[in-house]
T-cell receptor, first 112, second 112 residues
């Protein structure tokens, strides 16, 4: 999973600030998933993107969260007006073929 | 009822033991089954990937899928301390856009 690059690895934000998480998929992969992992829980699906298109955002909270994957550059997960409950590890995965998902090392967001 | 159930453990075994990790699921539409290993504060690493029912072996790891019982297993032979990690099962289906649904993960500790 070293091929999927996420940054920053750690992010601290005060309540009310914005958090931007970046993900560059493996070379040649044009689809990414974003997942959130809370302590001692499995990964929860948030959004599925291909370049310039959101395929499935059924796991995204309706407010404050957005995601994009532009034609050029990394995929961005944006959280506006963060709250303490947003503290979690956020993982991005890129897809080989239609099913094999390779994850990055994650961004650990802490809201203080 | 969760869509994917996985015993959280922790499961503690002596070095050299055979480890059996299991998941059950409720949605018969799932077609693709995966096992991920996650070390502390790292991203999930794809270990095994299987399609439909059957067995798949890779070194010390064997994955089994029984779709009739909605039950999947991962066996680890000759377990090593380096196998100590959280093991996550995941599954997906084309009709759901191949987004992965994860179990909560089983913590494995292999004692030397």
């Amino acid at each position: 999973n070293a091929g999927v690059m996420q940054n920053p690895r750690h992010l601290v934000r005060r309540r009310g600030q914005e958090a931007r998480l970046r993900c560059s998929p493996m070379k040649g992969h044009s689809h990414v998933y974003w997942y959130r992992q809370l302590p001692e829980e499995g990964l929860k699906f948030m959004v599925y993107l291909q370049k310039e298109n959101i395929i499935d955002e059924s796991g995204m909270p309706k407010e404050r969260f957005s995601a994009e994957f532009p034609k050029e550059g990394p995929s961005i997960l944006r959280i506006q007006q963060v709250v303490r409950g947003d503290s979690a590890a956020y993982f991005c995965a890129s897809i080989r073929g239609s099913t094999e998902a390779f994850f990055g090392q994650g961004t650990r967001l802490t809201v203080v | 009822q969760k869509e994917v159930e996985q015993d959280p453990g922790p499961l503690s075994v002596p070095e050299g033991a055979i480890v059996s990790l299991n998941c059950t699921y409720s949605n018969s539409a799932f077609q693709y089954f995966m096992w991920y290993r996650q070390y502390s504060r790292k991203g999930p690493e794809l270990l095994m990937y299987t399609y439909s029912s059957g067995n798949k072996e890779d070194g010390r790891f064997t994955a089994q899928v029984d779709k009739s019982s909605k039950y999947i297993s991962l066996f680890i032979r000759d377990s090593q301390p380096s196998d100590s990690a959280t093991y996550l099962c995941a599954m997906s289906a084309l009709i759901y856009g191949n987004k992965l649904v994860f179990g909560a993960g089983t913590i494995l500790r292999v004692k030397s």
